[in-house]
């Protein structure tokens, strides 16, 4: 079974810094999620990753495959940007995804 | 993309009771999926639901806590049957069109077993 692991688990930083947040997994995959959880429980999808990087807005998406490892950035950060990140991975086919245990983050004006 | 209405959003509980939490989606899925988030810990799947065959269940969930339904492609329940202050989580829905693609989550039923 994939182990995902993420870091850090938690993260303050003001408003206007450059995040990074971390996901590391163990086995090779067919697709990572970065997803954001709001305090209400919701959550939404933010980039779904096979290779490469994306770019939405604020937001950047990386992945490594070789090594394993993914980042997702947050530029020019906001306090609405205050929320719970996730990474999840699907191993291959229709395999259920592993998900990461968070990394809560708190931007501070 | 899909629009995922979640029912309750939050509940308060009595132990030994059982209570249904649906799952209304605008468009037609094949496979909708039921996640619990216990405080503080990742989300894990309990089940995977199928239009017009038993659920799917992972290690560790079983029928008879979990009964879920799947009456058509755009809706499901799952009830927490039973429960206990270790119920307490917030149940996820979510459905994926096909492997790898986005997945969307409704709001979340935040259950507290007391």
Redesign the interface.
């Known amino acids: 079974k994939n182990e995902?692991e993420q870091s850090p688990q938690n993260l303050t930083a003001q408003e206007g810094e450059f995040i990074t947040i971390n996901c590391s997994y163990s086995v090779g995959i067919?697709?990572l999620?970065w997803?954001q959880q709001h305090p209400?429980?919701?959550?939404?999808?933010l980039f779904?990753l096979?290779s490469g990087k994306k770019k939405h807005g604020r937001l950047i998406a990386t992945i490594n495959i070789q090594e394993k490892h993914s980042s997702l950035h947050i530029t020019a950060s906001h306090p609405r940007d205050s929320a719970v990140y996730?990474c999840?991975v699907?191993s291959s086919?229709?395999t259920?995804?592993v998900?990461?245990?968070?990394t809560r983050l708190s931007v501070i004006a | 993309s899909a629009v995922i209405s979640q029912k309750p959003?939050r509940d308060i509980c009595q132990r030994g009771t059982s209570l249904t939490i649906q799952c209304q989606v605008d468009s037609q899925v094949t496979?909708m999926?039921w996640y619990r988030?216990q405080p503080?810990?990742?989300?894990?799947?309990i089940a995977?639901a199928n239009q017009g065959s038993e659920a799917t269940y992972?290690s560790g969930f079983v029928i008879d806590k979990f009964p879920i339904s799947r009456p058509n492609l755009t809706f499901s329940t799952l009830t927490v049957s039973n429960m206990s202050p270790e119920d307490s989580s917030?149940y996820?829905c979510?459905v994926g069109f096909y492997?790898?693609?986005?997945?969307?989550?409704?709001?979340?039923s935040?259950l507290t077993v007391v």
Request: aromatic share 10%; hydrophobic share 40%; glycine share 20%.
């Open positions: 995902v067919s697709a999620h997803l209400g429980g919701g959550i939404v999808s779904m096979s996730i999840a699907r086919g229709n259920p995804l998900f990461g245990k968070g | 959003s496979m999926f988030q503080g810990q990742s989300l894990t799947l995977t992972e917030i996820l979510s492997s790898g693609n986005t997945i969307y989550f409704g709001e979340g935040w």
